[in-house]
Each structure stands twice: as C-alpha cells, then as structure tokens.
Nanobody
C-alpha cells in the first residue's frame, strides 16, 4: 500500500508559477511510475504528466499532455520519495484539483490506469 500526500497548491495570477509536491510512503518509491492528474469543476479527471523508472544513472522517461507541454515539468527525487510538478506560465484553464498517482507498472504513453491516488490539492489561476 502506498500513501500519497500532495502539497503546494494555491492561488496564483495568470502567467505565474507553482510547484506541486507529492510525498509517498513506502520503501519502493523508485519502482513506481508516478503521475499527475487534474479535475476541473464539472469536468472529468484528466492526465497531466507522468514520470517513469530511472534510465541509466539520472534519466527518466516522462510524458505530458499536449495542453501543458513546454509549461509544466515533472520530476522525482527517489531519495526523498517525492515527485514534483513545476508549473510555469499558468493559465486560468489550469484551474483544477491536482492529484498525484502511483502505479507499479512501467510508464506507457496513453495508459492512465493507476493503483494509488492522493487526496488532491487545489490550484486556482486568476485572470
């Protein structure tokens, strides 16, 4: 069982930045694919970004939804059991509850089934 706790949400003006963090419990964090999803009011939850297992010494596979490419960056620190989502150039349409998720299977582009979910953190972008 993995427990995920998100933090870092808040209110920001359009064009601003926020960094979300997700702390995971357990001793096998490095073996999980980690993802970020979001759900805006009245909409279904949607994929934002994911980061896979380590490749080589310091590289990781990652994947982004087209709507955030070039603005958001996902990263992980396995020593701290934490995954981050750096969000730059925020837009009002980025307003949503952001959820962290984990899965034991490798990252596969287009696969959005995850095993564990956090409670979410609210991000509000004002115009």
């Amino acid at each position: 069982q993995v427990q995920l706790v998100e933090s870092g949400g808040g209110l920001v003006q359009a064009g601003g930045s926020l960094r979300l963090s997700c702390a995971a419990s357990g001793r096998t964090f490095s073996s999980y694919t980690m993802g970020w999803f979001r759900q805006a009011p009245g909409k279904e939850r949607e994929f934002v970004a994911a980061i896979g297992w380590i490749i080589g010494i310091t590289s990781y596979a990652d994947s982004y939804d087209d709507s955030v490419k070039g603005r958001f960056t996902i990263s992980r620190d396995n020593a701290k059991n934490t995954v981050y989502l750096q969000m730059n150039s925020l837009k009002p349409e980025d307003t949503a509850v952001y959820y962290c998720a984990a899965r034991t299977r490798k990252l596969v582009v287009g696969e959005y089934e995850y095993d564990y979910w956090g409670q979410g953190t609210q991000v509000t972008v004002s115009s």
